[in-house]
């Protein structure tokens, strides 16, 4: 597996505080978040003025307290409002969503609520950028948003240059807390399967390049799933998300999983990216509705960045699981094992145990349903030809599965290959051995899937 100059800092930096040395997951549980959400600090532009006059409510209706309301309602624990940026919207950012978010926190004070923003990344398109808490983050989210944006300055002024994004990560890599970036629906412009638009894998792995502690992955899952032509607002029929996961993530042998035979770092989530919903004319479900971001931490907003940043997460659609536990053991004397975004460093030809367990919830979905897991895959791989990694798909029905209460748990034995490997995890409500492209008016409620971030397994050289 390919090794990285930055890994020992990363490594630092993952330390846990004093107090959770001794046990660094106690107190930690699944936490349910979303960090793509939009609200009335979207604005519209009334571009007839210089410069352009911000518009309140032009790209969603709904207040940041109302936002926190319904994530809360749909088991939420945390969430990031980003709203979009524009011609100067960093006194937007400022003046109006700040104080807005102050306020949602002191109505919703049990949601963890971080500051961020739709980064409008130059050369490319959009991410989550998710602003670490503390007595600067509002001054860092606009200082971030105003000298590096794409859409900031005021026309004719134009950012839009692959250099000012790298440059953007190089300064936010240095900020004493960094802040974390997710690239938003990264295939929702390629013109067909594998043939990328505005986000190519060479950018992805560029940026990741630059600061792998801040450029910590991508959606899996996009937001927009109520949208019911196009699902996810993927409107080219060529290039769709299949089973509501984008390509790069769904497809097995694809670029995430390139990316992770080069031994990167680099995680998937699930949002909603809420902007109307669906019950108001729109083609959005609210936070929590339909994606939800598990993160194995405790109730607390710096170990919720801590989860993000390294791994300790799945993403799932329609409430089909509500906890995971994916690991790799080593068998025999003395066992030793790593969990999601972990790593195990054992020799080569060393037999290990990967073991999956998922929980299915006791409660119905937003929708009254109340979906059964259908089938679970372990997916392994190795580094092979660039952008072609060595795939094995082991699939697991009810027959092939411990039940135990609401918890179905699977494993898998083999023997760590020369080069290493790294274990990944989905699972459906459906019978489809892979994700079918999504079409138009299709029921997303009965097309649901989970995916675990990876284990990494590295031979030491």
């Known amino acids: 597996m390919r090794i990285f100059p930055w890994l020992p800092i990363v490594a630092l930096l993952a330390l846990p505080s004093a107090a959770h040395a ?3 997951d106690a107190g930690r549980a699944w936490l349910a978040g979303d960090h793509h959400v939009h609200s009335e600090w979207s604005v519209d532009w009334d571009r007839s003025t210089s410069p352009p006059t911000p518009i309140r409510g032009g790209d969603s209706p709904y207040t940041r307290t109302r936002n926190a309301q319904q994530a809360l309602a749909n088991g939420l624990r945390w969430m990031v409002h980003t709203d979009h940026g524009g011609p ?7 003046d109006h969503a700040w104080p807005a978010l102050q306020e949602a926190r002191r109505q919703v004070p049990s949601l963890i609520q971080f ?3 739709e980064f409008d990344v130059p050369a490319a398109e959009h991410a989550s950028l998710i602003i670490a808490p503390g007595p600067d983050e509002r001054d860092q989210l606009v200082a971030l948003e105003r000298d590096f944006s794409r859409n900031e300055p005021l026309p004719p002024a134009t950012r839009d240059d692959g250099a000012q994004m790298l440059a953007a990560l190089a300064y936010m890599r240095t900020l004493p807390s960094p802040p974390l970036m997710f690239i938003n629906h990264p295939s929702r412009t390629a013109t067909g399967v594998g043939q990328w638009g505005e986000v190519e894998p060479a950018e992805l792995r560029a940026w990741h390049d630059a600061a792998p502690q801040v450029l910590a992955g991508m959606e899996g ?22 089973g509501g996961f984008d390509q790069m993530t ?10 992770l035979a080069e031994g990167r770092r680099f995680w998937i989530t699930a949002t909603s990216d809420s902007h109307v919903n669906v019950r108001d004319g729109g083609r959005d479900f609210d936070p929590g509705e339909y994606s939800k971001t598990y ?7 710096t170990d919720v960045m801590d989860g993000l940043r390294y791994g300790r997460m799945f993403a799932v659609t329609g409430d089909l699981i509500d906890a995971l536990e994916l690991r790799v053991h080593t068998v025999g004397r003395a066992p030793r094992s790593a969990g ?9 030809g060393t037999p290990v145990r990967v073991e999956l367990r998922v929980r299915q919830p006791t409660h119905s979905n937003a929708a009254g349903q109340r979906p059964a897991l259908h089938h679970v895959d372990l997916i392994v791989g190795q580094p092979g030809v660039r952008d072609a990694p060595r795939m094995q798909v082991k699939r697991f029905t009810p027959e092939d599965w411990k039940t135990d209460g609401p918890w179905r748990s699977v494993s898998w034995q083999m023997q760590v290959p020369a ?6 995890a989905r699972g459906s409500n459906t019978p489809d051995a892979t994700p079918p492209a999504d079409i138009p008016d299709e029921d997303p409620w009965q097309d649901l899937w989970f995916y675990a971030n990876p284990v990494f397994v590295e031979v030491p050289r």
Do not use: C
Not at 295 to 301: Q, T
């Open 221 to 242: 899952a996009p937001g927009h799933q109520a949208a019911p032509q196009h699902r996810g607002l993927y409107r080219n029929a060529a290039a769709p998300t299949f």
């Open 419 to 424: 080069d290493g490997m790294f274990v990944r």
């Open 88 to 94: 100067g919207h960093s006194a937007v950012t400022r």
């Open 340 to 348: 999601m975004g972990g790593t195990l460093s054992v020799p080569a």
């Open 295 to 301: 993160v194995w931490a405790r109730h607390d907003a």
């Open 115 to 117: 500051n961020g923003m």
């Open 22 to 24: 001794a046990e660094p």
């Open 250 to 259: 769904a497809l097995v042998g694809g670029v995430w999983d390139a990316l």
